[in-house]
């Protein structure tokens, strides 16, 4: 690969602008090309059965040259992996990605701006599935990824036994990542569902109810908020009764820390889609 080709298709010829197209049946069956790899080609390539494979089709990003196509090669050793192409910017990769079609991009997350080139081939590429290299085990960083739409993940002290092991499970489908990682989406999932929990319970109460209970939380008893309100104690605990019900707690301290959170994450603090006020 010459400076004046950023892009390169492994196993193949040149042809105009730095793209390349296979040569030879035998490149491709050792993984280096892009065309479909059938039973006449694996034979060719020395396998036993001679049955066709469904061949993985990887495309490798990332802006160290000499690590780039080291980890290439590297992969083209395996059998099931087609090796389609390597870039080292958001640029080339897209162009990339236009020229030859490609299953899993390897993206080194040490690039600069490495988030924003993920989404970037999502979006040009939707049915591509992007495995991150070198993530850093920081739960910012993980969720960064998991946002963008990463699907894999290889952490920065990954072997290449984890880095083949999690190219092959997103292939099928499946999700591959350390337990920390695992432990941190985890969490994040948790945390998403909480809050989708308290604001549907939140839109449930009355304007009255949510009135009330925010007059809970800054300390005013029923008797005061009756009073305030100008309506009968009884109303009041009736209202408290069913704000707390509808929010899943039996303590009026929590109800009001969870409507506050539920509104926070509201423009204006509007939460309700009730009418009428009793």
């Not at 042809?15 to 892009?34: E, H, I, N, Q, V």
């Not at 990332?62 to 050793?77: N, Q, T």
């Not at 929990?197 to 009756?226: D, Y």
Request: charged share 20%; hydrophobic share 45%; proline share 3%.
């Amino acid at each position: 690969m010459t400076d004046d080709n950023p892009v390169q298709l492994w196993g193949s010829q040149r042809l105009g602008k730095g793209l390349r197209y296979p040569t030879s049946r035998a490149s491709r069956s050792f993984g280096y090309g892009w065309e479909p790899v059938g039973e006449a080609a694996l034979a060719e390539g020395g396998a036993k059965s001679g049955l066709p494979i469904q061949m993985i089709r990887i495309f490798v990003v990332a802006d160290i040259r000499l690590y780039r196509e080291g980890l290439a090669h590297m992969l083209a050793r395996e059998q099931r992996f087609c090796i389609v192409g390597s870039a080292g910017t958001q640029e080339e990769v897209l162009s990339g990605l236009r020229a030859v079609r490609a299953g899993i991009v390897l993206l080194d997350m040490a690039m600069t701006g490495s988030v924003g080139v993920v989404r970037a081939i999502i979006e040009a590429a939707p049915g591509v599935k992007v495995v991150a290299l070198a993530v850093a085990e920081t739960e910012n960083a993980i969720l960064s990824c998991a946002e963008a739409g990463i699907v894999g993940y290889v952490a920065r002290d990954g072997s290449v036994s984890d880095l083949i092991a999690t190219v092959e499970s997103v292939a099928r489908g499946e999700a591959r990542c350390s337990p920390q990682i695992a432990a941190a989406l985890l969490r994040r999932v948790a945390a998403l569902a909480a809050e989708r929990r308290v604001e549907g319970s939140a839109v449930a109460l009355t304007p009255r109810q949510l009135e009330i209970v925010r007059l809970i939380g800054q300390g005013l008893s029923n008797k005061e908020i009756a009073r305030r309100l100008c309506i009968e104690l009884s109303t009041v605990k009736n209202h408290v009764h069913s704000a707390l019900e509808k929010l899943g707690t039996h303590r009026r301290a929590e109800a009001a820390r969870l409507v506050q959170r539920g509104s926070s994450s509201v423009p204006g603090g509007h939460m309700s889609r009730s009418s009428g006020r009793t």
